[in-house]
């Protein structure tokens, strides 16, 4: 049982090309534009934040609304890649584009141990595996003592970009975050609107007749893990850096639920939606922050009102208004 | 340089040289845990000893206007972590006080150190904090794991009970506090014969429980805090551990820990804390008004501590004329540290603040003439004595 | 007296029993959920929450009406039942018809919900719930001193799971229920009010979890997150047994409660994860679980 979307009704016009369409491209230039002029309007810091958490949640859209498989563990690569990329900056002392690199290696390799394991089941069974692999990461995370559990790994240094830029400047920081999130956007689009990405939509939408046609069915699964649990990984990896933090929330499975939250809130199988719902999600957070367990109320009722009445998420609504895809 | 640049510059020179009559406004941020654990044993109370101590300073008259704001951290080092830097960054927050839990009290003591600002915490446990991991912008109030060790730790040897059996959190602050009460236990002549860790938080401690049982042991440490103390101390009496002859040791304890387990169960327990409402008349008539405020809740040791740290730093701001950081802080560790509620003390080079500590055990229900009246001193551990000495620290700001 | 590693048999004995007394939690609260989605296919991530509702309402009643522990045992189960219905009728029956992850995700949203509000009124610290004075006390064993409420934790939860297996395995209502789950239409053209018999059957697996809830107030502290870290073992007990098998989540639950408790006594560290790596296992082998039925 896959998530296909079946309510969107947006027309099924054949494209004989995958063209980039022209709105998408005013769409991104739009809001690039706007990415540009916001640091000097609101708090950077925060910026980074919905950036990165962007990037999680386009991560997990990859998987869940173009691959049709919900992972409930996808935390662990956030976490893992940044526990390790916060070791190598700090302990090991690399450079951050190396300790980056290195997180979002970590998250590569583990979605692959991980996705190699879970894609031979389906459905419920499949998003429970996910879950129990990363409650075993968590659990590694808070025995192992480079993890140092409750404490995390704190202080880790921003460092200098390639040896050469000062990456301790908020508003610098935030131009590569950006650059990086906005890179990661790009190679999604990219990996959608693709052969490889066409296959995946059919798998999505009918696993038999797809392997009927003769497509390696979990050959294809399998390399959308990957890739999401790649784009995870440099999501959690980037975010150490910035926030100089890799604590054990990275890795607990109620990050998992929240990053589901966003992209559904969102728009599953839409481009833009997971950053419009890590924008919001991450905002109330913010803003609800002074009142305790409010957050966790408003994220239930925001949870249940899109499972019941928005399940296309905002983008997909706005996508089904304008009978255009986004 | 023209006339009209240099007259300019003049007045410019004139105006800002201005006498310190000019207010300075402080803003104060009170971290804490607003929502879980601890919530009761800081919390809304912090906010309100931290007002307190503003009024009774009489700040307004003095030229600071103080403002003061709180957050909730929900234990999380990465969410304290965000607050305060925003807190610095955005809101213009120039002192943290409280953060109990020690992981998110590393976090703020980094960004603290990073920004240049200053923090008194009242509410965490660990040592480091002014030991390994200490910072010349981070001040330690109330108590720390080391005291707390060296308090209950001698103590029960002293009486007896010389083998001990520890049930520990299995995180920094469990272990740190298993480790320094076994150096101590072995140091007096006892010996640990068997130790335990839980994950944290627990619920079900039946199974460490029979394990302290079977192992011989006279006192089981509790190295844990909150509820796991609270739940482990409650299914310790279901279990009916003390009736069979062991003793329970809470190494960390606070008074609503013992509030929310009732006499009945708690009776006989010893423990080490900094500050008891009914020691003496000031600390009884300061009380009376927090508990006026608190809804009729007596105040913990971390209120106690967040009123005497807010109060040492209006007065290092007013005798330094501003809010340098680098200035106050130096003017704190110069003045000794003096309230109604820890009365004398020392502000050391490592951050550490000395006062004296309290041996308490917690009367039978029998002896006790109301709410709140749970202790009986049983010593005073002076100043001097109580905390880890400066050399041992491995501080690197201690030359 | 021989040694297992270093522990007396004693010891271990002891360990076995408490392991035990903890896998009738476990197998209470699988039973309610192996109940709910075995029957109707639904994912009910609310049922934390609803244990916790029920330690709470038992809480209430006793603060607030001075109505003892045994009319709890009763009235909570009722009481906290009714909210499931109204869920069901009100949200969960609205998504039959899509993807079962709906109502994961619907029924997660509700746990938020339901544990954000609980945490907002009541804080985090344990509220106090006596053990009813006819099962204070214990009986020394010789190898342990074993509380009595404990033991009658383990009676009841024995008579409750099988009575709830026999009911749906053996009773001719518990046949309907098996079968509409199969083809709702036909067994709704012989005249069976499939609707209604979904709705009630979700509101009794709601009430075997308020009745867990009840019997753990007097040990556990009743705090609103209770359920919450309970939540995801008792999603891998289920899924381990066969997630529509009643008798699978019956007999893993009691098993992992004792596979838990020997974890704790040689490596206490890892009892919080070695029923993941059990699942895990069990996931790779044996997909429909040990005792389930493959789909």
């Known amino acids: 049982m896959t998530m296909a979307n079946t309510e969107t009704q947006v027309p099924m016009t054949p494209e004989l090309t995958i063209a980039t369409p022209k709105h998408h491209v005013v769409i991104f230039a739009v809001l690039l534009g706007l990415l540009l002029i916001a640091p000097f309007v609101l708090y950077p810091v925060f910026l980074m934040k919905v950036l990165c958490f962007a990037l999680f949640a386009s991560a997990l859209n990859l998987l869940l609304g173009y691959g049709g498989l919900l992972s409930f563990g996808h935390a662990a690569f956030f976490g893992s890649a940044s526990y390790i990329a916060a070791h190598a900056a700090k302990v090991w002392g690399l450079t951050p584009e190396l300790a980056i690199l290195l997180g979002t290696g970590a998250g590569a390799l583990l979605g692959l141990g991980i996705g190699s394991l879970a894609i031979r089941r389906q459905g419920i069974y499949f998003a429970m595996v996910t879950l129990a692999f990363a409650q075993m990461v968590f659990f590694f995370a808070l025995q192992a003592p480079f993890t140092g559990g409750e404490d995390g790994i704190q202080a880790v240094p921003r460092g200098r970009l390639f040896g050469l830029i000062d990456l301790s400047n908020d508003l610098t920081l935030y131009f590569v975050v950006l650059l990086i999130v906005f890179g990661g956007l790009m190679l999604i689009y990219r990996i959608i609107h693709s052969p490889f990405g066409q296959v995946l939509k059919a798998i999505r939408d009918n696993e038999p007749r797809s392997v009927s046609l003769g497509y390696k069915v979990n050959r294809y699964k399998l390399a959308v893990f990957v890739m999401s649990a790649t784009l995870a990984g440099l999501a959690g990896a980037t975010k150490a850096i910035v926030f100089q933090l890799a604590s054990l929330t990275d890795v607990y499975w109620t990050m998992s639920g929240e990053v589901v939250l966003m992209t559904l809130l969102g728009g599953m199988g839409t481009i833009f939606g997971p950053f419009v719902g890590a924008g919001l999600i991450v905002t109330m957070e913010n803003y609800f922050a002074g009142f305790g367990a409010w957050v966790t109320v408003l994220q239930g009722v925001v949870f249940v009102i899109t499972v019941l009445l928005f399940r296309e998420g905002i983008i997909g609504v706005i996508a089904r208004w304008t009978k255009k895809p986004l | ?399 | 007296m021989f040694e297992l590693l270093g522990i007396p048999p004693q010891a271990l004995f002891g360990q076995l029993l408490l392991g035990l007394i903890n896998g009738s939690f476990y197998a209470l609260l699988s039973l309610g959920l192996a109940v709910i989605f075995g029957l109707l296919n639904i994912i009910n991530f609310a049922h934390g929450a609803q244990y916790m509702m029920g330690a709470f309402v038992a809480w209430m009643l006793m603060t607030y009406f001075g109505v003892g522990y045994w009319w709890a045992l009763l009235l909570v189960p009722i009481a906290v039942g009714a909210t499931g219905i109204v869920i069901e009728r009100l949200m969960i029956s609205r998504l039959y018809n899509l993807d079962h992850l709906y109502g994961l995700l619907l029924t997660f949203g509700l746990a938020l919900i339901i544990q954000g509000l609980f945490r907002n009124q009541y804080g985090v610290s344990g509220l106090p719930y006596t053990i009813p004075a006819e099962l204070s006390g214990g009986t020394n064993l010789g190898f342990m001193f074993l509380p009595n409420y404990r033991g009658w934790v383990v009676f009841a939860s024995l008579v409750v799971c099988l009575a709830t297996w026999f009911a749906i395995e053996k009773t001719r209502l518990g046949a309907y229920l098996r079968a509409a789950t199969e083809n709702p239409t036909l067994v709704g053209a012989f005249g069976i009010n499939v609707p209604r018999l979904i709705t009630l059957t979700y509101g009794f697996g709601v009430a075997l979890a308020a009745l867990a809830g009840v019997l753990a107030a007097p040990i556990y502290s009743v705090n609103p997150n209770m359920g919450a870290d309970l939540i995801i073992v008792v999603f891998a007990v289920v899924v381990i047994g066969g997630m529509g098998s009643i008798l699978g989540a019956i007999v893993t639950g009691f098993g992992l409660g004792i596979v838990e408790g020997l974890t704790r006594v040689f490596y206490p560290e890892g009892s919080a994860v070695v029923i993941f790596v059990i699942m895990a296992i069990v996931l790779l082998v044996k997909p429909a679980g040990l005792f389930g039925r493959t789909a």
């Open chain 2, 1 to 399: 340089m023209t006339f009209t640049k240099g007259l300019l510059l003049s007045a410019a020179l004139i105006l800002t040289a201005a006498p310190a009559l000019a207010e300075t406004a402080v803003k104060i941020g009170v971290l804490n845990d607003r929502s879980g654990i601890y919530a009761d044993l800081s919390g809304e109370g912090s906010v309100i000893a931290a007002r307190m101590a503003v009024e009774d300073f009489d700040a307004a008259s003095k030229g600071i206007s103080v403002d003061i704001v709180s957050a909730d951290h929900q234990n999380k080092p990465d969410i304290a972590s965000n607050i305060a830097r925003q807190w610095y960054d955005t809101d213009g927050v120039d002192l943290i006080v409280d953060v109990p839990t020690s992981s998110a009290a590393f976090a703020v003591s980094d960004i603290t150190k990073e920004k240049n600002k200053v923090f008194m915490n009242s509410g965490a446990g660990s040592a480091d904090l002014t030991g390994a991991k200490c910072s010349p912008n981070t001040i330690h109030w109330t108590y720390d794991t080391w005291a707390l060790a060296h308090g209950t730790g001698n103590a029960m040897v002293a009486s007896g009970a010389k083998k001990w059996f520890f049930i520990t959190a299995d995180y920094a602050f469990g272990q740190s506090l298993e480790k320094d009460t076994a150096a101590v236990v072995t140091a007096a002549g006892g010996e640990v014969v068997g130790a335990v860790k839980h994950p944290f938080p627990g619920t079900d401690f039946s199974s460490y429980l029979l394990q302290a049982q079977s192992s011989g042991a006279q006192v089981i440490g509790l190295a844990n805090a909150g509820g796991d103390t609270v739940n482990t101390i409650k299914q310790a009496a279901e279990f009916g551990i003390t009736q069979a002859g062991q003793s329970l040791a809470g190494l960390l304890i606070f008074i609503t820990d013992i509030h929310a387990l009732g006499l009945e169960t708690a009776q006989g327990l010893v423990l080490t804390e900094a500050f008891y409402w009914d020691l003496n008349d000031q600390t009884r008539e300061w009380s009376a008004r927090f508990a006026e405020q608190n809804g009729g809740k007596m105040p913990t040791m971390v209120h106690a501590g967040v009123y005497a740290s807010v109060l040492h730093y209006l007065k290092a701001v007013e005798a330094t004329g501003g809010k340098d950081s680098a200035a106050v802080i130096a003017k704190m560790k110069e003045l000794p540290a003096d309230d109604p509620l820890f009365g004398k003390g020392e502000v050391r080079a490592d951050g550490r603040v000395t006062h004296d500590m309290y041996l308490f055990k917690v009367k039978a229900p029998g002896d006790s003439k109301g709410p709140w009246d749970y202790y009986e001193t049983l010593a005073t551990i002076p100043a001097a004595e109580a905390f880890r000495p400066l050399a041992d620290g491995g501080c690197p700001l201690v030359n």
